[in-house]
């Protein structure tokens, strides 16, 4: 018997280990896996064929995923019992084998959970969230050159206002800190009013703007934008700018060159090998990633601002079906799908796999097995460029096949 009540650790399959803060990553890894609600099951066996077939193509059949089932939503329910949204020995699986990847989950309504990836988020302080956003041709886009935008956005997943100190309009709570504030501040809030407070650190801004940059240069991009509303909030999204500026010249001074020092040192004309840390107000940001998409890369922004820039940034390549995400921590990740659990569509076999799919290749990557990433890409282009698509890109493609998520993966599949 096994230390975990209800998870099977696969007998075939070794741990994945962290040695001076790397992935140490075997042949045969133990990933753990949570299957998700609603389209979660039918999304993700075929996703698994795909992740499956890449690693054995991709290494004549000497690397394999073993793969841990591990029980979060209403599948948990099932398992564990009344209530048990979120297992404490899915969070320690997570935490004892580093790497997960994730279908959508049900948000349960009242109950103390706000939202089971919100609470993942929390205990298992995966502070960055990772959205890499890029086109892929032929699909639906409402842009004219949506093949302009190829951007990662890196979003402070712990802080800001969503740190959950909020407080109802009308109770004693609000009223209280409200006076307080007012008196002591010498502040007017008006009584009664809702409060909510937007805490946000020096540690947050840097370990996240840190991620950022590592990132902008192992993967030779050219350079990284901190997205904040620092005109307005100045000590939170300002001092979030001023922070992120501040970790760049310490941490990375050989390597960065800062939009002031572009202009003031190397007359506007960005010295070789070097990446450029420069800022924008949110709101002109997203007119920004409209109108001059290829002028932006790697993004670094708070909670918030991420949300919502993440969502209208994927929009302009085609939507959530084809969003991947991640959220990590120094080493421990979970790959997600960026869209919910479609439950209309639960069981039928309709929606499409891309978001979880376009995950796992994140995933790979992140463990060094590039190779079966590209692999899934490639395939996945070609399998979209000749028309053949789930319902959600049919419709709004001419002269589309249209298939189901499993004929999807299947297709992808015979075209690695
Ligand atoms: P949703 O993303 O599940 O669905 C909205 C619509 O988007 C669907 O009706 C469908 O038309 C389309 N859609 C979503 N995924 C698709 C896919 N893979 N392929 C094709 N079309 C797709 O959002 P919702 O209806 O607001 O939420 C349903 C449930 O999912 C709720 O319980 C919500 O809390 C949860 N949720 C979970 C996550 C997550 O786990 N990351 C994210 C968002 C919502």
Not at 196 to 210: C, H
């Amino acid at each position: 018997m096994g230390k975990f009540k209800k998870i099977t650790v696969p007998s075939d399959g070794e741990k994945i280990t962290v040695v001076n803060g790397k992935l140490k990553v075997p042949d045969n890894p133990v990933i753990a896996f949570i299957e998700g609600d609603g389209t979660g099951p039918d999304i993700w066996n075929a996703s698994k064929l795909v992740f499956d077939e890449a690693v054995k193509k991709a290494y004549n059949g000497k690397k394999k995923i073993a793969w841990m089932e591990i029980y979060a939503g209403e599948k948990a329910l099932s398992v564990y019992g009344k209530n048990k949204w979120l297992p404490e020995e899915t969070v320690d699986a997570i935490r004892e084998y580093t790497v997960a990847i994730k279908g959508p989950l049900t948000t349960p309504i009242g109950g103390g959970i706000r939202s089971l990836n919100v609470t993942l988020r929390q205990v298992l302080d995966l502070f960055a969230c990772v959205r890499p956003v890029k086109y892929y041709s032929g699909v639906p886009s409402p842009m004219k050159a949506p093949q302009k935008l190829n951007i990662v956005l890196y979003r402070e997943n712990t802080e800001d206002v969503y740190s959950g100190i909020e407080f109802k309009s009308g109770t004693d709570e609000a009223e209280k800190l409200i006076k307080y504030i007012n008196k002591n501040f010498n502040k007017n809030i008006r009584i009664p009013s809702g409060v909510g407070i937007k805490p946000m650190s020096e540690f947050g801004t840097a370990r996240l703007v840190k991620k950022a940059i590592e990132y902008a240069l192992s993967h030779n991009r050219k350079s990284v934008t901190l997205v904040h509303k620092g005109n307005i909030m100045k000590f939170t999204e300002g001092a979030f700018r001023d922070w992120g500026y501040k970790l760049a010249k310490a941490e990375f001074r050989d390597k960065i060159v800062t939009e002031d020092e572009l202009w003031s040192e190397h007359n506007g004309k960005m010295p070789e090998g070097k990446i450029l840390i420069k800022d924008r107000i949110a709101d002109s940001m997203f007119q920004q990633l409209l109108l001059r998409p290829d002028e932006y890369d790697v993004v670094a922004t708070p909670n918030l601002n991420g949300d919502y820039l993440s969502d209208a940034a994927a929009a302009q390549v085609g939507g959530l079906g084809m969003a991947p995400g991640a959220n990590i921590s120094y080493s421990t990740a979970i790959f997600e799908a960026t869209h919910g659990t479609a439950p209309k569509y639960a069981g039928l076999d309709k929606v499409n796999p891309g978001s979880v799919i376009l995950s796992g290749v994140m995933m790979l990557e992140y463990i060094g097995w590039k190779k079966a990433g590209r692999l899934i890409e490639k395939a996945l282009k070609k399998t979209i460029k000749l028309k053949v698509v789930t319902y959600d890109f049919a419709r709004q493609m001419k002269g589309a096949t249209e298939v189901k998520t499993s004929e999807f993966a299947k297709a992808i599949v015979s075209n690695m």
